[in-house]
């Protein structure tokens, strides 16, 4: 099971934000890799993978995003919220079967 | 340039089956696994099942869609299917196809998703 929070984030502009997400087991793969991911969503659109493998950010995601965390803690962090960074952010573990997504939470513009 | 592009959504009547296709391209879609999810209305995602690339294994992640969703995929076309049957309202959603990255020492890399494609199960 996967547990975000906060479910809802209202952050000023140019302010940092962060989002844990606690796993009630060890997503230590085998192969040494943590594959939790971070995801986000903007209403309409498919989700987009920010961050995977605890804290590889793929191409092209700014680097105000960083993802941490141990085994079963993990954090999504972003230094300064812009305002295209609204929407949902799911954390999302691919080590164990079934692949699981947290509840989601949502970035607000305060 | 990668693209999936979902097909197949529309309205169906509980009971009914569909089958959605993911059409693949920029990429040799057979060496890849992939995966479909969904996405409720006013709820999170869901992951559903996943194949691995050349078709021969597949994996079941919700139990919702147990003994009702298979997916499968045909190489020579670079497209994926799920088919759907025994709809549910509960199964109205959003359907997206998800592509991921596998190198040397790691995998899991979702690193493509299609636009998706909405199913709606009504009467």
């Known amino acids: 099971v996967m547990t975000q929070t906060p479910l809802s984030s209202p952050v000023a502009l140019g302010q940092p934000a962060s989002i844990s997400c606690t796993s009630s087991q060890s997503l230590v793969y085998s192969d040494g890799n943590t594959y939790l991911s971070w995801l986000h969503q903007r209403p309409g659109q498919p989700p987009r993978v920010l961050i995977f493998?605890?804290?590889t950010r793929l191409s092209g995601v700014p680097d105000r995003f960083s993802g941490s965390g141990t085994g079963t803690d993990f954090t999504l962090k972003i230094s300064r919220v812009e305002a295209e960074d609204v929407g949902v952010y799911y954390c999302m573990q691919g080590t164990h079967i079934p692949y699981t997504f947290g509840q989601g939470t949502k970035l607000e513009i305060k | 340039e990668v693209q999936l592009a979902e097909s197949g959504g529309g309205l169906v009547q509980p009971g009914e089956s569909l089958r959605l296709s993911c059409a693949a391209s920029?990429?040799?879609?057979?060496?890849?696994?992939m995966h479909w999810v969904r996405r409720a209305p006013g709820k999170g995602l869901e992951w559903l099942l996943s194949?691995?690339?050349?078709?021969?294994?597949?994996?079941l992640h919700a139990d919702s869609v147990k003994g009702r969703f298979s997916v499968s995929r045909d190489n020579a076309k670079n497209t994926l299917y799920l088919q759907m049957s025994s709809l549910r309202a509960e199964d109205t959603a959003i359907y997206y196809c998800?592509?991921?990255?596998?190198?040397?020492?790691?995998?899991?890399?979702?690193?493509?998703w299609g636009q998706g494609t909405l199913v709606t199960v009504s009467s």
């Open positions: 194949i691995i690339g050349d078709g021969k294994k597949t994996i």
């Open positions: 998800v592509r991921e990255e596998c190198a040397d020492n790691y995998c899991k890399k979702f690193d493509y």
């Open positions: 920029g990429f040799t879609f057979s060496r890849y696994w």
């Open positions: 493998k605890l804290s």
